[in-house]
């Protein structure tokens, strides 16, 4: 009997260690300890056939053998286990295979626009200067010269907050608020978001100026058309004009509003200008007394011009774009072309 044991035993260990699969490992252990019929199954059969002063020796040799066996069982497993996950038939990874790209993000339109404004006129020697998007009615239109019942107020279609809190229609309240907080000389520009009850093809509820205030001694008008004509030089290369129309505004006195050559087809006219050959971009003037009184400067000393450029129509114009909703759809075919 202990003979048969340490047989079994060693035919055990020896074909446990070749065992070349997982499979197969079943199946040899399935063949030493199943229920009917394994090996070791059988053998304790007998053992408990022995005479009694026999069962002793015998058992405890067979629970050594099988503790043995098991364990080795166990390791092959361990061992036939990792190979598959890291051997020659383990999924393969194709190095070659074009990875996925992340996705990266970037700027709107509109912030690379203004970025690039704001760049044109820093390195003519502005400085930029910002005021609140929610504005009161005081510096939004009060102190630009627009009094509570002024008719003007009409051309800017407000969002109250409150009585005396709108969101800024304009960004020209941050030229009152660097007048109260400044002394000339002032050259600066305030880049910004602006608000109106105003929607169609070319107009948006949220839209965005650059606002542009030079303040000193001696500054007249001829300074305001060549800043500008430097501006659309800068953005849009040589050759296309810059006009100024006669307009109003409560807060310049003269006004005037400002187109350029259409960039489309360069004043000839085309679909992209109405045919006039023109675009408006902005409007502009010299500053108002009453503005310069009502911020404590002496409007007989000191004397400024003031624009404010449309950053919507500029883009259009760079980028070719025919409907001013496109910034505002975050429709992403549209965003990442820019
Ligand atoms: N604030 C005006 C608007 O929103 C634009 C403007 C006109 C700004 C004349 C100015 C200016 O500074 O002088 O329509």
Not at 136 to 152: G, I, K, S, V
Not at 182 to 205: K, N, T, Y
Request: hydrophobic residues 40%; glycine residues 10%.
């Amino acid at each position: 009997m202990e003979e048969r044991i340490a047989e079994l035993r060693r035919l055990a260990e020896r074909e446990i260690s070749a065992a070349p699969s997982l499979d197969a490992l079943e199946r040899l252990r399935i063949k030493l300890f199943g229920r009917k019929g394994g090996a070791f199954t059988e053998l304790t059969k007998s053992v408990a056939t022995l005479p009694v002063e026999a069962r002793p020796l015998n058992g405890r040799l067979l629970n050594e053998a099988k503790n043995s066996v098991t364990n080795l069982l166990e390791t092959r497993h361990r061992e036939l286990s990792r190979a598959l996950a890291t051997g020659p038939t383990a999924p393969q990874i194709d190095t070659t295979f074009p990875g996925r790209r992340p996705h990266i993000g970037r700027r709107h339109p509109l912030t690379l626009t203004m970025d690039l404004l704001c760049d044109v006129f820093l390195r003519m020697g502005f400085q930029v200067r910002q005021g609140p998007e929610i504005e009161t009615d005081y510096h939004n239109f009060e102190a630009l010269n627009m009094p509570p019942d002024h008719p003007a107020r009409d051309m800017q279609d407000t969002f109250y907050i409150a009585d005396d809190k709108v969101l800024r229609t304009h960004t020209s309240p941050v030229q009152i608020r660097t007048m109260l907080a400044e002394r000339p000389p002032i050259q600066m520009i305030a880049p910004g978001r602006v608000f109106r009850r105003d929607s169609d093809l070319s107009h948006s509820p949220v839209f965005h100026q650059v606002e542009g205030l030079m303040a000193d001694r001696g500054i007249h008008m001829g300074h305001l058309k060549g800043i500008l004509q430097r501006f659309v030089e800068d953005v849009f290369g040589t050759g296309l004009a810059l006009r100024f129309r006669p307009s109003f505004f409560p807060f310049v006195e003269p006004g005037a509003e400002g187109d350029m050559q259409c960039v489309a087809c360069r004043g000839a006219g085309c679909g992209v200008c109405g045919g006039s050959g023109w675009v408006e971009i902005l409007g502009a003037g010299m500053v108002h007394p009453r503005v310069f009184e009502n911020v404590g400067y002496d409007p007989k000393k000191i004397t400024g011009f003031a624009f404010g450029i449309g950053v919507e129509r500029i883009a259009m114009l760079l980028h070719n774009v025919g409907n001013i909703r496109l910034f505002y759809e975050n429709d992403m075919r549209f965003l990442e072309q820019f």
